[in-house]
């Protein structure tokens, strides 16, 4: 197989992040990107909306491409392995971003030296500030990996690690936009219980989130460090940080990570 297609197979949240991501940002020609789903009409919505290809069927997309995607619930993931197996050749990519799903138990699915790659991005790799989190299956080569690597950049961070460190990642990168997006949503209450107008306060607290971010990434201190530069003695950054200690803000947040990993493993094939 020639063409360097890509494949889409789960034109969900994730799937559909991952279409754009490279189209809008990546630049990749939309004519080499096929896409298929069981929701034929998301599927056509899709294709539609990038113009890229909307394949009849698993076949006709394993077919044609080089790098296939597989982006459906892990609960999913079985019978789809087993459905395209016949249509997969040595030389193609099969990269899952099925929570739980292990490189190994994908392998068994498909044929002895299949290449298997295993991802974990995030909900941001919409707008090309996501986080994608790589894992590699044994016979999956160096250069292959780069260019699998090349190809998600443009959507965000990419970061290689061993795979057992998948279930973490999932607790806290694959789920951390939901976190984030509540305590904005909370911030954005609080601030509207005290008296200002939603539209205002959405505003500033959505700037907070971001110029806070940005300079943790800019100035590489510990966050506790900029934190201390806020919180005066006996101020309102001290009398909310002692609220928040007192309500278990921290310990909450630590056992929702945990959680989520736990929940990851629960999900874990192979």
Do not use: W
């Amino acid at each position: 197989m020639e063409n360097s297609n890509i494949g889409i197979i789960g034109c969900g949240a994730m799937g559909s992040a991952l279409a754009k991501g490279m189209i809008k940002r990546g630049g990749i020609d939309p004519a080499s990107l096929y896409l298929f789903d069981l929701n034929k009409e998301r599927q056509e919505q899709l294709a539609e909306e990038l113009k890229a290809v909307s394949s009849d069927g698993y076949n006709e997309l394993a077919s044609e491409c080089r790098f296939i995607f597989i982006a459906v619930k892990p609960q999913d993931t079985e019978g789809l392995l087993y459905s395209i197996k016949p249509s997969i050749k040595a030389e193609q990519i099969i990269i899952s971003i099925a929570a739980g799903i292990t490189i190994k138990y994908i392998e068994s699915c498909l044929s002895s030296g299949a290449k298997v790659i295993r991802l974990m991005p995030n909900t941001p790799c919409l707008i090309g500030e996501g986080t994608i989190v790589i894992s590699i299956g044994d016979d999956v080569a160096e250069e292959e990996f780069n260019i699998v690597e090349n190809l998600l950049k443009p959507l965000g961070l990419t970061i290689r690690i061993p795979e057992k460190l998948m279930d973490a990642v999932t607790g806290l990168s694959g789920t951390g936009p939901a976190y984030v997006f509540l305590f904005i949503e909370t911030m954005i209450d609080a601030g509207v219980s005290v008296g200002i107008r939603r539209d205002v306060v959405s505003k500033m607290v959505i700037q907070n989130v971001i110029g806070s971010a940005m300079m943790l990434r800019e100035n590489e201190k510990h966050p506790a460090e900029l934190r201390n530069i806020v919180t005066s003695p006996a101020g309102t950054t001290a009398a909310a940080m002692h609220v928040l200690e007192e309500t278990g803000f921290r310990s909450s947040l630590l056992k929702a990570v945990i959680e989520a990993t736990k929940r990851s493993g629960e999900l874990r094939r192979g």
